[in-house]
């Protein structure tokens, strides 16, 4: 039989615990930084609501009708035909997520690191904050040292199982997380740079969007809630018969958006009391709020307590992505748990060298434009996530077909015209508004390749 959750809340804070993470505290404010603000906001929200929420509810519906890892769910669905490959696409993107997405985790490890022994209070203005934090990402020992400890961590509590280890921490976690970030808005409140910094977040300035404003926003609903590649097929294949999928869809999706949106209260104010540039890059995080807490009393507290919070949010979605390359490995291969943990942890680890080390003595080796880390951020965030979406939704919508599956969706909903929407976007808007978006962004990419051929 296969393991369960063990409580509906227990699979909300999961599924919840995958989806916020690095994407909403870390990517989430240095996109919107640096890709319009406010504008980049709206269109994040409507891909939010347009494409996440029902993919959403698709995953979670291919996973609970199959009960099997992404490669068993299609090859239970439509085995022996080319549409499993979606299935190997989503395994190799979580691999391929985890291996950049550990640097970063590790980072917030060290800073805690800091925080606890008294070096972040030093970091009182945002240049010497920059200037740390470009050091200590360049220095290969202890970006691979954190690195390696951030895996350790993630194959710690995978090694639990799903109950015992997965659910068990989420639940202690997630809520902790809230609370912490409630704190920390409380404190941006009185920074000084609250009128900025809401403006610039939340008046839109509609000139600026551009084409790749609106591929960052997908790419980013894609991200931040861990769509597109199976990990919430995954997760609802441990999700038991009588719980409501479309409640837990809903609330998935509010907490990750609730948390994003509220990340970016808490950021942008001070960059703006501190007269920063919005548009810092991955280091926005990383320069302004030491920079913020080194000036307040009991700020290092707040540090430590900040970064922590950043560690538990990512590592609950490293855990997520490192479960759907081990189901793989246990459903399909016969493997046992700790046998897929220990193998491929280590070979997600080894990937991730390169990623570690870009910021440093690899940060002069350019794949298209950018660092060996920047390329798998990229082709995973912008391509591989947005294209998975695009094969689940026409998978279900057209090859295995929506009336085998829409009875997953809660049978005694009295509301039929929810499950009939649903299956509309699914077969029509979804797969429509993913295609157009996808050839733009071929295209852009395209044109950026020949001039750079050229320059
Ligand atoms: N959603 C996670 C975040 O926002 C990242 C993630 C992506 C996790 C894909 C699992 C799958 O940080």
């Known amino acids: 039989m296969r393991e369960h959750w063990g409580s509906k809340l227990g699979f909300v804070m999961a599924a919840a615990g995958s989806a916020v993470g690095l994407g909403n505290i870390w990517k989430f404010p240095y996109l919107t930084g640096s890709k319009g603000g406010a504008a980049f906001v709206i269109i994040y929200l409507l891909a939010v609501i347009i494409?996440?929420?029902?993919?959403?509810?698709?995953?979670?519906?291919i996973g609970r009708h199959t009960e099997r890892n992404p490669v068993g769910a299609f090859k239970s669905m439509v085995g022996g035909t080319p549409w499993v490959l979606v299935g190997y696409l989503g395994v190799i993107s979580g691999f391929l997520i985890l291996s950049f997405y550990s640097v970063v985790g590790g980072w917030t490890i060290g800073y805690i690191v800091k925080g606890l022994t008294g070096m972040l209070s030093n970091l009182n203005t945002p240049d010497v904050a920059a200037r740390e934090f470009r050091e200590f990402t360049a220095n290969p020992l202890s970006s691979l040292i954190y690195h390696l400890l951030f895996m350790a961590s993630c194959m710690y509590i995978v090694f639990g199982g799903v109950k015992g280890g997965i659910e068990k921490w989420n639940k202690v976690l997630m809520p902790l997380l809230f609370a912490i970030l409630l704190v920390l808005i409380g404190r941006g409140f009185f920074s000084g740079g609250m009128e900025k910094g809401l403006s610039f977040y939340l008046t839109p300035d509609f000139s600026k969007i551009t084409t790749d404003t609106i591929i960052a926003a997908l790419g980013q609903a894609f991200f931040s809630l861990s769509l597109g590649m199976g990990a919430m097929i995954t997760y609802g294949s441990y999700l038991s018969r009588s719980e409501r999928i479309l409640t837990a869809a809903f609330w998935i999706v509010f907490l990750d958006t609730a948390v994003a949106l509220l990340a970016g209260f808490a950021v942008f104010p001070s960059v703006f009391a501190m007269e920063l540039s919005p548009a810092e890059g991955p280091g926005l995080v990383?320069?302004?709020?030491?920079?913020?807490?080194?000036?307040?009393?009991?700020?290092?507290?707040?540090?430590v307590l900040f970064f922590f919070l950043l560690f538990l949010a990512a590592v609950t979605s490293g855990v997520s992505l490192l479960e759907v390359v081990c189901a793989y490995f246990i459903d399909e291969k016969g493997w046992s748990r700790h046998r897929a943990v220990i193998i491929m942890g280590t070979i997600i680890a080894l990937l991730g060298v390169p990623s570690a080390l870009s910021f440093g003595c690899l940060s002069h080796v350019k794949m298209l434009g950018g660092t060996f880390f920047d390329f798998i951020d990229k082709l995973t965030s912008n391509y591989m996530?947005?294209?998975?979406?695009?094969?689940?939704?026409?998978?279900?919508?057209?090859?295995?077909?929506?009336?085998?599956?829409?009875?997953?969706?809660?049978?005694?909903?009295?509301?039929l015209s929810i499950k009939e929407l649903w299956a509309f976007i699914i077969k029509?808007?979804?797969?429509?508004?993913?295609?157009?978006?996808?050839?733009?962004?071929?295209?852009?990419?395209l044109v950026a390749f020949v001039q750079r051929l050229f320059a």
């Open 286 to 303: 990383f320069h302004v709020v030491p920079a913020v807490f080194a000036r307040m009393p009991g700020g290092q507290f707040f540090a």
């Open 51 to 61: 494409l996440g929420l029902p993919i959403m509810i698709a995953e979670l519906v």
């Open 428 to 445: 029509f808007i979804s797969p429509f508004v993913l295609f157009v978006v996808f050839i733009s962004l071929v295209w852009a990419d």
């Open 385 to 415: 996530l947005p294209l998975g979406g695009f094969f689940i939704a026409i998978c279900l919508g057209w090859k295995y077909g929506l009336e085998k599956t829409i009875h997953e969706l809660d049978p005694d909903t009295k509301i």
